[in-house]
């Protein structure tokens, strides 16, 4: 489970929930960390909006970092797209076999249709 905020005050990601799936890889002899997943963001309206990322293999250290891409969302995030480079810092999890992180996500995004609209009011 995750929750976002949008610090410039935009709809994307600002106060939504997300539920994210992912496989981890960690090897602790090698000390090296590699991770690819996916996640289910909703707003308040339950329009959700889709994200997949990934994290190459890298040494374990405190802060990791991947990329991510929009891959699609529905309702006022339908036909997004885009892309983001994600900056993460691992927490100690409250439950064991759950990973916790903290971090910061920058990119962009756009729509294929004149519909939908995630930017402030």
Not at 2 to 15: I, K, P, Y
Not at 25 to 34: F, G, P, Q, R, V
Not at 41 to 67: C, I, R
Not at 89 to 97: A, F, Y
Request: glycine share 14%; aromatic share 8%; hydrophobic share 35%.
């Amino acid at each position: 489970m995750m929750t976002a905020v949008n610090e410039s005050g935009g709809r994307l990601l600002h106060n939504m929930a997300g539920r994210c799936t992912s496989a981890p890889l960690i090897d602790t002899a090698a000390k090296t960390l590699e991770n690819h997943g996916y996640c289910d963001y909703v707003d308040a309206d339950g329009d959700h909006v889709f994200e997949k990322w990934d994290y190459p293999v890298q040494p374990l250290g405190a802060v990791n970092e991947g990329t991510g891409e929009w891959i699609g969302g529905t309702g006022k995030f339908a036909g997004i797209s885009g892309t983001m480079k994600i900056r993460s810092r691992r927490l100690n999890s409250l439950t064991d076999g759950a990973i916790q992180v903290v971090g910061e996500k920058l990119g962009s995004y756009s729509f294929t249709n004149a519909v939908a609209s995630a930017k402030r009011d």
